[in-house]
């Protein structure tokens, strides 16, 4: 029986492996092998930007991040730029920081109860449908827009003037939609027999929402609120009326001395600039940006992903 | 080799999954234009016998096998095997109704156009005999055009008969196909099935001892991944020489 | 309640509100906390409907004086030469320029993205699978700046120096092929992960089904997997359609930002993200010019909405003929 020594042989496992053998077989075996390959080469395609954005950004941005001479390190992220915009990127740092922060406080809890109420205290139906059709809308807003619209609402109708308050608000705007949906699904994924078991104990409801269901949805919530968080903390359009741009961090909550910087506004700025080392400092910037941006993208990862395992 | 008697024939089969151990040494046959069926306690290994014989294992990437498989005559395993000319010999009908996501007319043409049938009218002509053949023409002629997956239960199964009836296949494969379904569709599609036999060789697999009774010719009883019996179906549930046959049939294991 | 309240809405939701008054004053003390939070979380969940009418109502209001205005006018829509200068408003040209760089760039990343979601989904070996996902979805995360960095930096020259003499043509390489490029790039991460996902929907029997009637894999994978899964694959494009409209700092930063309509791909072009950042700064103390840049806002706000009414009708529309509902 040689067919099935064959069938057995190294041999016809590696090429099985690569399917060579098979396909030379038929018009139809050759023409199934070359769609494979040809796929295979998009994804190649489609991943090696990736790989040519973080080459470019850290082969110039490393020295500037990691390097340990003056103004370079854990200093560029925390000394102020100085004459001539040398020095580090603090302003930039700690405005970003602030505006998340502030963006958060406003953004989150708006949006967490905002799902809960859609989700606990809605039967589906027309209340439901519109609310989530205007999220889903709101999600596919371009930034700039929200970027106008704050200017004209927030900067321009209410006095609120540029900086930090504008800015941040305008933030959170964007982050209602993303924050909103993933709470709402991890929500859903919250099995009804857990809030029965919660209501036939005696509990309300709202107690209920706020120790059982709440509390079980917890990881979803949070991965929700962190990839909300990385979207908006790279975003330099909305930013741009409503912000201002600053050397130092805010002082105050309204005037021009709550004007603010922001990373992707720093990026932007220094690398349309001829000075060589400020197109440094956009690497630097850019790099450190990304570095957090992914940081936070990985976390929000790792978290759901224990979500789903948990669930199976 | 080549002067074979049957369609397929099994000899000495044993597969795996990784590490575990499915099938054991199997040689069976199956005659010509008769209901083979296989009988067995879940997890025994039937399905993957059957999907052995048209080489649906293969999707599995840790699958493994010894042993040969012949289609008239041919290692299906072999190296110059077409896999795809064997599954257009084998039609395969599943145990849980998958119509296609399209329409009703779709789902029957899908198969004869992969083979190169273009014509309108004739591809017109399989729809219209599939469907007959299946005992589902009379209830869906007006509704060709609707997607199938609204149809009930046991219109989807047959649908999904005829679809594998589309390309002619000398051989069907029956992966428990009323297990799922209403008791009348059941009935009505196991009806079916008998009358199949006459054009169709028909591997059968199933738990239901009565109904390897009631439509089948031959059996084979599979228990733990051993073939335990292979004979005429009325010989093995009048007279089963294996005890563990008897606890099957009687209904102590299963 | 009588006939004559109950068919009067105004009367209506004074009953109602009547009537939860009393439900909470009849109450105990939880009762009375469940009412009180479920009125406290009503107002958020409105948030988003009323930031949507907001950004409809000031988009509007600062755009009217544009589309009353005799140097303006609804016109404006279509009319390509942009000179506020000479009060001249024509922002076709945007819409124009924006439309050929999406186009570009849905032409490059709509085959490349579902080729790439098809492989992910059907042919990649196992241990491979995660690792390209992870990847993929890191490329979404990436701010859209720090593409315009890697664009202006790298794929400007690239354009300048190795493509366009290719095409016998001179450029500095500030083009819409760059700007179509870079948001290629940037919608490939979209629509992989949620194509991928819609495929990975698809139950495993219809595959069965395809291949044990004799399909290659290939085949099963384009006339059975991506059919069934056409109305997820459908939305989304369409929304990747809506986020390269919208798009704006990387194609701010490459596309030239030139007041002409490009004839080739090395043309420089003007896209409607661009004039409102560009410009919006300096507008907002004339009326008209600012009026005008809101009305490019304006149009961008209903291209989006447009896009997203579009995936969702999409949806609804592949599922029915699907018969999924």
Request: proline fraction near 5%.
């Amino acid at each position: 029986m040689t067919t099935q020594s064959i069938s057995e042989s190294p041999l016809r496992k590696i090429y099985g492996r690569l399917g060579l053998k098979d396909a030379v077989k038929s018009r139809r075996h050759l023409s199934d092998y070359l769609f494979k390959i040809i796929l295979g080469m998009a994804i190649i395609i489609i991943v090696s930007p990736f790989f040519f954005v973080l080459f470019q950004v850290a082969s110039i941005g490393f020295e500037q991040v990691f390097g340990t001479g003056p103004g370079q390190g854990i200093e560029f992220l925390f000394t102020f730029p100085g004459a001539g915009l040398e020095g580090g990127i603090r302003n930039a740092f700690v405005g970003t920081v602030e505006l998340i922060l502030l963006a958060s406080a406003v953004g989150i809890p708006l949006s967490v109860f905002g799902a809960v109420y859609i989700n606990e205290y809605t039967q589906p139906g027309k209340l439901r449908a519109i609310i989530e059709f205007t999220s889903d809308v709101l999600a596919g807003i371009p930034s700039i827009v929200f970027g106008a619209f704050g200017f004209a609402f927030l900067v321009d109708y209410l006095h609120i003037g540029m900086g930090i308050v504008a800015g941040s608000l305008t933030l959170a705007f964007m982050m209602i939609p993303t924050v909103l949906r993933t709470t709402q699904e991890a929500l859903r994924a919250v099995p009804m027999s857990l809030r029965e078991a919660s209501l036939a104990l005696g509990a309300t409801k709202w107690s209920t929402t706020w120790n059982v269901t709440l509390r079980s949805a917890f990881p979803g919530v949070i991965t929700g609120i962190l990839l909300a968080i990385g979207r908006v903390m790279g975003e330099t359009a909305p930013l741009i009326f409503t912000a201002g741009n600053s050397l130092s961090v805010p002082t105050e909550i309204t005037g021009p001395g709550s004007w603010v910087a922001s990373m992707p506004y720093t990026i932007w700025a220094y690398i349309s600039d001829p000075r060589q080392y400020l197109q440094e400092k956009a690497h630097g910037t850019a790099l450190a940006l990304m570095m957090m941006v992914l940081a936070i993208d990985v976390i929000a990862n790792l978290i759901s992903r224990k979500v789903t395992r948990r669930l199976v | 080799m080549s002067n074979f008697e049957h369609h397929i024939e099994v000899h000495n089969l044993s597969t795996w999954f990784g590490k575990k151990h499915i099938l054991k040494d199997i040689t069976c046959y199956f005659k010509d234009n008769t209901i083979t069926a296989i009988m067995g306690p879940s997890g025994c290994g039937k399905s993957t016998l059957l999907r052995s014989l048209n080489r649906l294992n293969d999707l599995v990437p840790s699958f493994r096998h010894t042993g040969i498989v012949l289609f008239r005559g041919e290692d299906i395993y072999g190296p110059g095997f077409s896999v795809y000319d064997l599954r257009t010999h084998i039609g395969m009908v599943f145990q849980k109704p998958n119509p296609f996501p399209m329409s009703v007319r779709d789902n029957i043409t899908y198969g004869p156009k992969l083979h190169g049938t273009k014509d309108e009218d004739e591809l017109e002509k399989i729809v219209e005999t599939s469907l007959k053949k299946a005992a589902l023409w009379d209830e869906v002629k007006d509704d060709l055009d609707h997607p199938a997956p609204n149809l009930s239960g046991g219109q989807q199964q047959r649908l999904c008969i005829a679809r594998a009836l589309s390309v002619d296949p000398p051989v069907l494969l029956m992966d428990e196909p009323v297990s799922a379904l209403d008791p009348i569709s059941a009935t009505k599609i196991e009806e079916l099935i008998v009358e199949l036999k006459n054009d169709y060789t028909i591997i059968l697999v199933t738990h239901n001892v009565q109904q390897a009774f009631r439509v089948s010719d031959q059996s084979a009883f599979l228990y733990l991944g051993e073939l335990v019996e292979f004979d005429e179906t009325k010989r093995i549930l009048e007279a089963p020489t294996d005890s563990r046959t008897e606890a099957f049939i009687t209904g102590r294991i299963g | 309640m009588t006939e004559e309240s109950s068919s009067n809405p105004l009367n209506q939701i004074a009953v109602k509100i009547t009537q939860s008054l009393k439900q909470f004053k009849d109450s105990d003390k939880p009762g009375r906390i469940d009412s009180l939070g479920r009125f406290g979380l009503f107002i958020p969940a409105l948030a988003s409907t009323l930031i949507i009418i907001l950004i409809l109502a000031f988009l509007w209001f600062e755009s009217v004086p544009i589309f009353i205005d005799p140097v303006g006018g609804p016109g404006i829509i279509v009319s390509p030469t942009w000179d506020p200068n000479r009060d001249l408003y024509g922002i076709g040209i945007f819409i124009v320029g924006s439309l050929i760089c999406t186009g570009i760039a849905i032409g490059l990343a709509v085959p490349l993205g579902i080729g790439g979601a098809i492989f992910l989904s059907e042919f990649c070996p196992m241990q491979l699978r995660q690792p390209i996902k992870m990847i993929i979805e890191m490329m979404a995360a990436i701010p859209s700046i720090v593409y315009g960095l890697w664009a202006y930096i790298v794929l400007v020259p690239i354009i300048k120096y190795n493509i366009a003499p290719l095409a016998n043509s001179t450029t500095n390489g500030l083009s819409v092929l760059a700007g179509g490029i870079i948001l290629a790039i940037m919608l490939l991460p979209t629509i992989v992960t949620i194509s991928n996902d819609a495929l990975q929907t698809v139950p495993m029997s219809l595959r069965e089904a395809s291949l044990a009637l004799g399909a290659t894999q290939s085949e099963t994978s384009r006339k059975i997997v991506l059919s069934a899964a056409l109305p997820g694959v459908g939305a989304a494009v369409v929304l990747s359609l809506g986020r390269a409209v919208g798009e704006t700092m990387a194609v701010l930063m490459v596309t030239g930002n030139s007041l002409q309509i490009p004839y080739s791909l090395f043309d420089p072009t003007y896209v409607m993200t661009s004039i409102i950042t560009n410009q919006l700064g300096y507008a907002f103390v004339f009326p008209l010019w600012r009026s005008a840049l809101f009305a490019v806002g304006l149009v961008l706000l209903i291209m989006s909405m447009c896009f997203t009414i579009t995936a969702k009708l999409f949806i609804r529309w592949g599922m029915k003929t699907r018969g999924y509902i």
